[in-house]
T-cell receptor, first 109, second 112 residues
Framework: GENVEQHPSTLSVQEGDSAVIKCTYS??????FPWYKQELGKRPQLIID?????GEKKDQRIAVTLNKTAKHFSLHITETQPEDSAVYFC????????FGTGTSLTVIP | DVKVTQSSRYLVKRTGEKVFLECVQD?????MFWYRQDPGLGLRLIYF???????EKGDIPEGYSVSREKKERFSLILESASTNQTSMYLC???????????FGPGTRLTVT
């Protein structure tokens, strides 16, 4: 089955700096790649997603890039704010969703 | 607004008990999923269902079963709870077309 690896597991940045989280996947049939944000004690919430026919997608301060050839995709957060502090999960989907192990992002004021 | 609800936020059970976790979604989604979330392991799929009375094993189905008698409801059953099933359990649903998954608030199960 699919294997999704996510790095780094923890990330600390200064407020205003950028944060980048990377994921790789193994199954070239995967065609949908969502990113979820999970704040402490809350449910995961979709923040951005990308499909395999698109290379990049942006939504205000967040963007996702997909390299199908290399089988990796990345989440980019610019101008980070303290409220961006959370655990972020990537996932890859063909028939079912496969999740990365999560990145704990801390934005230091 | 999509709403996915779970029957309990916190649950404490004894070893050997039969445990029922229930999930309900109100968006007429075809697909429903049960995950467990453990620190450092991310979300691991236990079972999923693409239709009423249909179920598929995920990556870690051992010790669990599921039931989907109605489209909006997906139940996870721990036949005989064990301490290694202490975890956060998350239910999710998605439509067959968009693929976007919506999660419930989670049930933190402790087995003593």
């Amino acid at each position: 089955g699919e294997n999704v690896e996510q790095h780094p597991s923890t990330l600390s940045v200064q407020e205003g700096d950028s944060a980048v989280i990377k994921c790789t996947y193994s199954d070239s049939a995967s065609n949908y790649f969502p990113w979820y944000k999970q704040e402490l004690g809350k449910r995961p919430q979709l923040i951005i997603d990308i499909r395999s026919n698109v290379g990049e997608k942006k939504d205000q301060r967040i963007a996702v890039t997909l390299n199908k050839t290399a089988k990796h995709f990345s989440l980019h957060i610019t101008e980070t704010q303290p409220e961006d502090s959370a655990v972020y999960f990537c996932a890859a989907k063909y028939n079912q969703f496969y999740f990365g192990t999560g990145t704990s992002l801390t934005v230091i004021p | 607004d999509v709403k996915v609800t779970q029957s309990s936020r916190y649950l404490v059970k004894r070893t050997g008990e039969k445990v029922f976790l229930e999930c309900v979604q109100d968006m007429d989604h075809e697909n429903m999923f049960w995950y467990r979330q453990d620190p450092g392991l991310g979300l691991r799929l236990i079972y999923f269902s693409y239709d009423v009375k249909m179920k598929e094993k995920g990556d870690i189905p051992e010790g669990y079963s599921v039931s989907r008698e109605k489209k909006e409801r997906f139940s996870l059953i721990l036949e005989s709870a064990s301490t290694n099933q202490t975890s956060m359990y998350l239910c999710a649903s998605s439509s067959g077309t968009s693929g976007e998954q919506y999660f419930g608030p989670g049930t933190r199960l402790t087995v003593t």
